[in-house]
């Protein structure tokens, strides 16, 4: 395989930020012996305060692997991970899951949501796990729910919402208990090309307001709308700073 010389050019902020994500030395081990698989090998990684991220890679690249322990849903073998400058990498469950509703918020493929729940219900759910009372829960419930353009859907079922909008009302979900980064992984793959477009305007809006995004996609089009791309291969990150115009040379 040709080698791709691509040289890190992002321009720098005149405003200092700070690390919301740094990924120190990180393996990732499964077996050991001669069945040993290093997911992750060895990976360096960061991510400052508002950015619109994007990761990429083949099939086995260690993407996945990564975005599951940058969301606390997996422990490293080894290294450090820091989260808004908290040492995350080995918490135990009880306090990992505490730091996934204060600090996290998710958007999956598949959506997740409760088929007995309104959109509403649905959104305030992660409030009662964040002991938020009743009444503040309906309240920002509304408001995330506004902010995706279904104000007039809070009492619709999933069965009631398209595709899209079922998007939207995990994008609700995500972001009412105020994360510090939110966590979208193959967010688009079980949309149709304008439904993507409308959910990646929601994401770039969200970007704008100053909320960190991190992406995790197999489709070029979808990481060109984000300003910055991580691209994994073999367990490490071999391009960590690609802009949407490199990618070409990459992903064609």
């Not at 992002?10 to 290093?38: C, D, H, Q």
């Not at 999956?108 to 219900?121: G, K, S, V, Y």
């Not at 802009?243 to 990459?250: C, G, N, R, S």
Request: charged fraction near 20%; glycine fraction near 8%; proline fraction near 5%.
């Amino acid at each position: 395989m040709t080698t791709i010389s691509i040289t890190d050019s992002l321009v720098p902020n005149p405003v200092p930020k700070s690390a919301i994500i740094r990924l120190e030395n990180i393996f990732k081990i499964y077996g050991s012996g001669e069945t040993e698989v290093k997911a992750l090998n060895d990976v360096n990684l960061t991510i400052t305060e508002g950015e619109y991220c994007s990761i990429m890679g083949p099939s086995g690249s260690g993407k996945s692997t990564a975005m599951n322990i940058i969301g606390c849903l997996d422990r490293p073998t080894s290294g450090h991970y820091y989260l808004d400058n908290l040492d995350v990498a080995h918490m135990d469950d009880k306090a990992l899951a505490h730091i996934r509703n204060k600090k996290l918020g998710f958007v999956f493929q598949q959506f997740h949501l409760l088929p007995q729940l309104t959109a509403l219900e649905n959104v305030m759910l992660p409030m009662a796990y964040a002991n938020v009372n009743p009444t503040e829960r309906r309240d920002r419930a509304v408001v995330a729910l506004t902010r995706v353009g279904l104000e007039k859907r809070l009492n619709n079922k999933p069965t009631q919402l398209s595709g899209g909008q079922q998007q939207r009302v995990a994008i609700a979900r995500a972001i009412v208990n105020r994360p510090v980064v939110l966590l979208a992984d193959e967010p688009t793959g079980a949309l149709d090309s304008r439904t993507t477009g409308e959910v990646l305007d929601i994401f770039g809006e969200l970007n704008a307001s100053g909320i960190t995004v991190v992406m995790v996609t197999h489709e070029p089009e979808v990481a060109r709308q984000t300003q910055r791309i991580v691209w994994f291969r073999d367990g490490q990150v071999v391009h960590s700073n690609l802009t949407p115009a490199d990618l070409t040379q990459v992903a064609g």
